[in-house]
């Protein structure tokens, strides 16, 4: 019996995310997804700000499915950050919304705490999504310092389509 009202509770996320985010002013479309030659651009520019303040990043930029488009990890960045950055693009794409959204919400409480209930939702700032034309087309990531840190070096990279 828990199976099926963990699944209902789970059918009913889901419907209610996109509303959520069209309510939070989230897009709620996807476009043509990010190619690699873009990809590489975006990625540049967040390697660029992460070594203007001397930060060491992972950086990953991933289609509108979530899946990776480009990679980079500079030099003595921490092991562990690979897969987070490549999370956070992969969390920003799917849901439609910056990985602060969720972070933010955590830190709210309350209601608050059933985004650890979604399934590959990453509550840590530093993925989002990639915008070209009003429309969604994929999502950076980026992980190596503070969650600010990270989400700056996101931020410089997203710009690029802007």
């Given at each position: 019996?828990?199976?099926?009202?963990?699944?209902?509770?789970?059918?009913?996320?889901?419907?209610?995310?996109?509303?959520?985010?069209?309510?939070?002013?989230?897009?709620?479309?996807y476009?043509p997804?990010?190619?690699?030659?873009?990809?590489?651009?975006?990625a540049?520019?967040?390697?660029?700000?992460?070594?203007?303040n001397?930060?060491?990043?992972?950086?990953?930029?991933?289609?509108?499915?979530?899946?990776?488009?480009?990679?980079?990890?500079?030099?003595?960045?921490?092991?562990?950050?690979?897969?987070?950055?490549?999370?956070?693009?992969?969390?920003a794409?799917r849901?439609?919304r910056?990985?602060k959204?969720?972070?933010?919400?955590?830190?709210?409480?309350?209601?608050?705490?059933?985004?650890?209930?979604?399934?590959?939702a990453?509550?840590?700032?530093?993925?989002?999504?990639?915008?070209?034309?009003?429309?969604?087309?994929?999502?950076?990531?980026?992980?190596?310092?503070?969650?600010?840190?990270d989400?700056?070096?996101?931020?410089?990279?997203?710009?690029?389509?802007?």
């Open positions: 019996m828990s199976r099926y009202f963990l699944f209902v509770a789970l059918v009913v996320v889901a419907a209610l995310v996109p509303r959520a985010a069209a309510a939070q002013g989230q897009p709620t479309m476009g997804s990010v190619v690699a030659e873009q990809a590489k651009t975006i540049a520019a967040a390697v660029a700000e992460a070594r203007k001397q930060w060491t990043m992972a950086i990953a930029i991933v289609d509108t499915a979530g899946d990776l488009v480009y990679f980079e990890r500079m030099d003595h960045t921490q092991v562990g950050s690979v897969d987070i950055a490549q999370a956070k693009a992969r969390s794409a849901f439609k910056p990985t959204a969720f972070q933010d919400a955590l830190a709210a409480g309350g209601e608050g705490w059933r985004i650890l209930s979604l399934e590959g990453v509550a840590v700032e530093g993925g989002i999504p990639l915008m070209s034309g009003g429309k969604i087309v994929g999502a950076i990531g980026a992980s190596g310092g503070t969650s600010q840190q989400g700056v070096t996101a931020a410089a990279g997203a710009a690029t389509l802007k």
